[in-house]
């Protein structure tokens, strides 16, 4: 019996950790963690869900006809399209980069975890297009139920990626910086865990909002 | 052991080694202990402001049509004494003893993340005293302005467009502050419990109290989720006019909000929230019982599994507290027969409690007495609770006297009572001193007393007619002796928590020493010092049963699974007291006269033993600030004239929440990997 070993997370070079299941404390906070969030996201679109389609003016979020006169739907599909397909390219990215943190290869980890934090922000820009588009076409927070749910309910996802976004830069600056050892690849192990999360969330919010009538 | 006459006496605190004191100290703490001491010592004086305010309650009631409060101050306490009850003393009480009892129990030497811990800490210390900001509003010149809508806030009632003061944003901002505090306490709970236990610490050999706390803390992560989007969504309507529950928008419009989406997502966290108060207590009585009865719990599998179930169908009941919005048969149904389904399980728990006492050796210390004054009281509170799983006799009950009869008899009865229990149980542990059984058994008979006298004649009050949250009622309506019974009840409660506040107090310098296991109990934490060192076990122990402790006694021996190769609790039980103990167990293939006794190594320092501890950190509590910056910024955004400016503590908290998190994330000493 070893009295060093204080903490789950603590293990040396990489071996298993040395906890009562064999797996890293860290990462198994980070699925609690991803479980709560599922909780609030959950709720989140559980009210834009209860909402949709019952918001008593506009703008409408698809084309409606409401007493005979036509509406049109203020949501731009095509582009969110791109930046859903661009967000799922940050996933196949992310996972590269964790590859090549694991196998000690240095300048092509930092170069994908960098693409990863950069697809991510073209998401973002998107999303910043989006709102201030909206905006202007006179769908704010306080106009109608849809404004309000869809501004929060994405609004919270774009938190999301912002909170990746600046993560994914941490760990691009430490691979640089060669503070990245293949027995370190759990830290980006970690990161990918959210950022696959992160994506998984928009899978479901985007067919709800964009695709579904 | 012959070596244990030449050292101090058994029962002299476990201080030599270095342990450093001052109030810095405690701030940058990451002991889970210290941490299980603050979050004692904060939630017990939130106990005491939640108590005076239920006696304010009780004073104004006491006669028919009585001025002594307003209306409106009356609305702000009994809200208040919800909040602060719930959020501010029951809860993070139970936090207290996972916080201090759990890594004992299960043979760790600290939680998975002993900073996240001080941090939910510091977060809900922040975040109750926010709160309570309200009420201190009149120091600086204006009016008390608390929450003042009833613990459960009904949108839209709690809007801006009916609740236009600052109470209903003291609700939003300091409940997201603390709710926040209870989930990263609680996926600390989940990992140490799973990732941290002893070696043979199977999940099927874990106490039951660290497995109530197991489902209590999955119960927090995921209710807390759903509460917080409720409340962040009240938050936006309140603070950024958005219309999740706004009747009508900035334009004046009708919104088409749906004033039932509150009160479904609040009560679908709500609910679970009363089994999060309810659970641990559970675990507590199935430690004292077995200790106090010198008999291994009764159904341990049954009791588990019932605690899961509990759980589990805990989330599929929330709507029959809503019976009386009219939600159709269908629906009332459904949720009657699940509410219904729950009184199986809490049975089969009741039953085993006494299964447990049934033929054992029974101690009547005032631990035992609460505890089965909770068994008692707390099948009262449940049967009133079947009886308004009823959808049809709910509306006779639902906003009467009734059911607050029923959920005091739940909250008081079973949490408050099972806390106590809990209290005089592990306080030795935790102090190293045993509280005052006289007192003791004061504060448990006018506890006993005062309760009953309370809360159950509000059981008719309730039949006939009499309104929850009504500040006065007319003195023809025969509420007049019940409710003066009553108020007499609230004060004998009030003196037993006098009584017991000065055995808290006194106990802690002058109590009799309480030595390792004072009540000869079977779980891991009584095989160390008491108060335990700082790294807890010197050695991690290797456990080959449900109690550990009491492998060797021939009183018990037949009943457990017993292992001749136990050979740490060999050990770790004759250091304990060492009289009246028998034989020792010679350890096959060691020659014990080399080994080092426990005590000798219960006295050394951490480095001593060359065992690692992470060392204090002040950024869990300057994160903490930063959290609730962010939040008591916003309620600045209310604020008109020159304090609107305030609200920019909001930016000043984000940016400190970062910084906080680089220097965590890169502070030496706690890296997983040095």
New interface residues.
Partial sequence: MTTHALDGHEHVHGMPADTSTGLDSRKMAFWGFIGSECLLFGSLIATYMAYKGNSLNGPYPHDTVINGQHHEGILNIPLTSFSTFILLMSSVAMVMGLHFVQRGERNRATLWLFLTAFFGSIFLGCQVFEFTHFYHEGLTLKSNLFGSTFYVLTGFHGAHVTVGVVYLLTLTWMSHRGRLPPRKALNVEIAGLYWHFVDVIWIVIFPLVYLVR | MASTATLAPPHAPAAAHAHPTGIWSWITTVDHKRIGILYGVTSFFFFLVAGVEALLIRVQLAVPNNDFLSAELYNQLFTMHALTMIFGALMPLTAAFFNYIVPLQIGA??V???RLNALSYWVYLFGSIFLNVGFMLPLFGGDAQAPNSGWFAYAPITTNQFSPGFGMDFYVLGLQILGLSS?MAS??F???I????A?G?RLMRMPIFTWMTLITAVLI??????F???V??LM??RV?????YNLR???G??????PL?WQH?FWIFGHPEVYILILPIMGMISETIPTFSRKPLFGYNVMVFSGVLIGWLGWGVWSHHMFATGMGPIADSFFALSTMLIGIPTGIKVFNWLGTMWGGSIRFTTSMLFSIAFIAMFTIGGISGVMHSAAPSDLQQTDTYFIVAHLHYVFFGGTVLGLWAGMYYWYPKVFGRLLDERMGKAHFWLTLIGMNLTFFPMHFLGMFGMLRRTFTYADNMGFNEMNMMATIGAFLIAIGTLIFAVNLFTAWKRGKPAGHNPWGAATLEWSIPSPPPVYNF???P?VHSRVPLWEKNPAVADVVEHDPESS?FAEAEDEDEGQGQGSHIAVAGVDLGEVPTPRDKNRMSADE??????PPSYWPIVLAMGVSAVFIGLIFRRVDGPLHNLWLLTVVGVFTVILSI?AWAFEPGHS??H
């Fill in positions: 030497r600290d998975a993340f002993p989930i996926l600390n989940i990992i140490t799973v990732n941290l236990r070696p610490m992560v995921t209710a807390m989720a759903v917080t989007i409720a962040t969504e936006f309507d950024f006019g958005t219309n999740f928008n900035a334009a419009q009708v919104t088409g909000s749906d989406l997502l010197h050695t991690i290797v740490e033993l060359g065992i690692h501890l992470p680089y997983p990997h």
